[in-house]
């Protein structure tokens, strides 16, 4: 593999790592405050296609970014509802959601755009550009480092440099701000954090509804920053795997991005190399397509009695009288 091989993987380790990381973080702050969620496929799968569709009619990226973004609260305040206020099952609702969306957004695309579930390309205004960063033409011809800042750091779309301004950003409102104390608070032990006069129920609502933001930019991202438009399912289980990376990095931001880029880096290669040659021995692109669903299983069987979650999480709260 020479030099510019490698650029060219890792420049897709991090276009492909962007959906994931912003949905580990999404969940990150639902867990964190005592809410989990697995219904970080559908909210992503729901923004994806309503930012295609908006994104397609009006021309504006922005607008479709919105409405992406709008759907995904929608499908949290849902899930907010049904296992904050209406305490329910949180994984059951979870469910829920992404069999809704899994079967709300193909029918409502086939009634708008009749093409089979999916909507017509996006061209133009109606996508997230990449952003050349200054001097990357400049620089583009100094060896080692052209290739790194031109074609690595350069050339990615405003989301993506958000997804990862988003991880110091998250560290610091967690640990280094009053609502991240309470919001973790929350998570471990509700009573506590009512009986300092707190509203527990107004914490995890907030944390519900900024998981649904940031699921809604990772669909949004997903369906006018990566690809041209929605198809069926085309979240491929990222919710799924964005929740066992944020079990492997122990609900703590630094270590989901590393998780997240791990998880990118193996699609990178598994489209990268579609039949891998190993001393004689070739691997087929199946084998390849697999391998990050095969590692999410390795991380959940070796990290989940590892990595221990708030201790209330999972856990409706109830308010002593």
């Known amino acids: 593999m020479d030099f510019l091989t490698l650029i060219q993987i890792l420049d897709s380790t991090i276009r492909l790592a962007t959906p994931l990381l912003l949905a580990c973080l999404a969940g990150l702050y639902s867990e964190r405050a005592g809410v989990f969620d697995i219904g970080l496929e559908g909210k992503m799968l729901a923004a994806a296609f309503l930012s295609a569709a908006v994104a397609y009619v009006t021309g504006s990226v922005w607008l479709g970014l919105l409405a992406g973004i709008g759907a995904s609260m929608l499908l949290a305040l849902v899930h907010g509802l049904a296992s904050i206020t209406f305490r329910g099952n949180q994984l059951i609702s979870g ?5 809704l969306a899994a079967g709300l957004t193909v029918l409502v695309a086939q009634s708008w755009f009749q093409q089979g579930g999916r909507t017509p390309s996006l061209m133009g205004g109606a996508r997230f550009e990449p952003i050349t960063l200054p001097f990357a033409d400049t620089l583009s011809g100094v060896p080692f480092l052209g290739p790194i800042y ?14 990862f301004a988003l991880v110091p950003i998250t560290w610091w409102v967690l640990f280094r701000t009053r609502f991240g104390l309470r919001l973790r608070a929350v998570g471990e032990n509700p009573a506590a954090v009512d009986t300092a006069g707190v509203s527990v129920t107004r914490l995890r609502y907030a944390a519900v509804l900024i998981c649904g933001v940031l699921c809604g930019v990772a669909g949004a991202y997903l369906a006018t920053g990566l690809q041209a438009g929605f198809v069926k399912d085309m979240t491929a289980g990222r919710g799924f795997i964005a929740l066992a990376a944020l079990i492997f990095a122990k609900w703590r931001p630094w270590n989901a991005l590393w998780a997240c880029l791990l998880f990118g880096l193996l699609q990178a290669v598994a489209l990268r190399y579609q039949n891998l040659d190993l001393g004689g021995i070739v691997i087929p692109v199946q084998v390849m397509d697999v391998l990050p669903y095969i590692l999410t299983v390795i991380f959940l069987a070796g990290f989940v009695g590892k990595a221990i979650p708030p201790r209330a999480g999972g856990a409706p709260y109830v308010k002593e009288r």
Do not use: R
Request: hydrophobic fraction near 60%; charged fraction near 5%.
């Open 150 to 163: 031109g074609d690595l750091v350069s050339g990615h779309s405003v989301l993506v440099y958000m997804a």
């Open 95 to 99: 469910v829920a959601i992404n069999f």
